[in-house]
């Protein structure tokens, strides 16, 4: 992929990105702590455990990783936007532990651990997903997140549009459509973009967009770093539909080949690989370029699209 | 029960209560509508019928009525409290629809249809309540629902707080470790209002707590709004086991005697039946006690309270 070779990626970004993770983890671990929280009746210890196996102890935390980098590109730094990003990784998490269910992905391995549902039980690992969506809009609409309450509600505005019908939970109706449980589906390649833009694109592309928003960005440079997040979620995807056809189920740590499997159509099936990495390639060009305006400021967000691209897990 | 017998139903109040469900159905059909929304990239059509399902067509919508009228004793009127006691009611409809899956209580039948996973299946039962919790946060966060972000985020950190762990979802958790899935379960009568106050409880109180939030409560109306909202809550639960006790699956619309048949420990086990309506007496007294600040511009408040212990379905 040439953007990769021409710009090859720093060692510094796996250390920032693994940074800001351990900032997460300490973060989700107060979130998720036994202490009971404000208007809280009591914290039932086994849906707080199996949140806490929903959303502790794994994953890149690339969500809050672009939302904190985004709101220090407009100079805004502290613990603000890391709550933010917060924020949008719980509802990633609960949408993991439902997506996993046995009536939609039926997964027993997430991130080379059990599943909630297989650690637990199927109906206490429905409840933490619930739970998990829930705290994901309690942490936006919190004032530690910031002092303005108009910011605050515009977080909760955007997360929930990227997450309901419109988006993320719309994605995974046709993403299970897709498959032919409710008749033969034949997605030509606007339908997996359309599928794969709600699906993932949408919460990728609105962990950007908070930032901005708590950045105070102004209308150019939040329309930059939205076209910025679009396109990382675009790229983010077909990586991952390559990563499926590429890689073993150790070194995902989630089984892979599931989607050939299920019959999905992805851009690797339509593509071909070589023309889907080829395409990952175009997407990782369009996304750098949404960043022009911007000097070498930006050049951690640069790198975590390179990296989305050419990432192995 | 002396405060029914002191005070008996206005006619008036179940017009009243009506012509609030008809505002509300017409409000969540719009929200649930085909219309695209702003920033959707599509509507798929089965996740938004399965939503328009568990959510439209039936209720008696106490909760959006509850807030409108106690918005309405602050003065407050207009679109504003509707659409927050419909982000409530949503919110409500969400908790019914994963309630009710196999996995869960496993009911074949709500408010006399069948229910989202009996009508659909059960991927598409869990995205929908999904996305209408989604809903319900986007409701409450949009400018059209009160022109000052502050309140608007705060309608979200109150409804999330009694939504989640520490209120709905950790209800019913508690709900079902009660049934003995998870270990043999006593609860006493503390651990059994607890629970109650978590499961049904929260999201009720919230409701009124809603009206004050959007009416500008001032910090006595609030106080004593909250307290008439937690009592009304309790009343209404043992008014629900007394309900589940003594009538007939035809008359609830959902199967009777549930509770009884899966082990579940009620007050009406622990009290009696004749010692359970005694309860609910004093609960009402309470209830209306929270109100006595007010002058006869809440007595709609009191008819709801009233009707709560009162009503037959």
Sequence with gaps: MHAQAASPLSTAFPDRLGALAARTEALLERLLSQAPQPGEIARPARLLEAMRHGALGGGK???????????????????????????????????LVHDDLPAMDDDDLRRGRPTVHKAYDEATAILAGDALQTL?????????????????????????????????????????????????????????????????GAILAFAVEAGAIIGRADAAARAALLAYGRGLGAAFQIADDILDRESTTEALGKAAGKDAAAGKGTLVDRLGLEGAKREAARLLDATLAALDGFGPEAETLREAARFTVARSS
């Design 61 to 95: 935390r690339l969500r809050p990783f672009l939302a904190v980098e985004a709101a220090r590109l407009l100079g805004q730094e502290g613990d603000g936007p890391l709550r933010a990003g917060a924020g949008v990784e719980l509802l990633h998490c609960y949408s």
């Design 136 to 200: 994901a809009f309690e942490v936006m609409a919190d004032p530690e997140t910031d002092p303005d309450g108009a910011v605050r509600a515009e977080l909760v505005l955007g997360l929930a549009r990227a997450a309901g019908l419109g988006g993320m939970a719309g994605g995974q109706m046709l993403d299970l459509a897709a498959e032919g449980r409710y008749g033969r589906v034949d997605l030509d390649e606007a339908g997996i973009r359309t599928l794969q833009a709600m699906k993932t």
